[in-house]
């Protein structure tokens, strides 16, 4: 995903647009149970002006990640906003450079991809979630362990069987 700016330096303040398809790097993703469908793409568009490079645009991707409770897929898409300014040289290392007549979009994508990572999700509010003890998918109908759980609380009673 490389920029060549080189008509951008020419004319400052034009706009110039770029649409890159690309495979986003597992490493971004924050579950190691999540996993990228098809490609992602990133389109947006780029000028050059005073020395800098300014480029706006989104990313979309997709995914499949897991139910923090159960573990199901889920089917998850998002597009996330970028913009940034790119410097020729910068001592700052938070910034972002481009090289000569070159700029690298690699790097910044990941880096948005990662910041915008959800923390988690569940398939359903309603989702009961995996049994603790035997595994059983509880959505799935309950299990017996939680009826002992059930039986062995000595509230059971005073709290109308609820606990
Ligand atoms: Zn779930
Ligand atoms: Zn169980």
Request: glycine residues 8%.
């Amino acid at each position: 995903m490389v920029l060549d700016i080189t008509e951008a330096k020419k004319y400052p303040s034009r706009s110039y647009s770029f649409d890159f398809k690309f495979t986003p790097q597992e490493m971004v993703l924050n579950n190691p149970l999540a996993k990228f469908v098809g490609n992602a793409r990133f389109k947006g568009s780029y000028i050059f002006s005073g020395g800098k490079v300014y480029v706006k645009g989104d990313i979309t991707y997709s995914m499949k990640y897991p139910c923090d409770r159960c573990l199901k897929k889920i089917n998850y898409k998002d597009t996330i906003p970028f913009e940034e300014v790119f410097y020729e040289f910068s001592d700052d290392k938070s910034d972002y450079t481009y090289n000569g007549n070159l700029l690298d979009l690699a790097k910044p994508a990941d880096d948005y991809l990662i910041l915008n990572m959800p923390l988690g999700m569940v398939c359903d509010k309603q989702c009961k979630g995996i049994c603790p003890q035997c595994g059983k998918n509880l959505n799935q109908g309950s299990c017996d362990c939680q009826e002992q759980e059930i039986s062995r609380n000595p509230f059971s009673k005073l709290l109308g069987g609820k606990f």
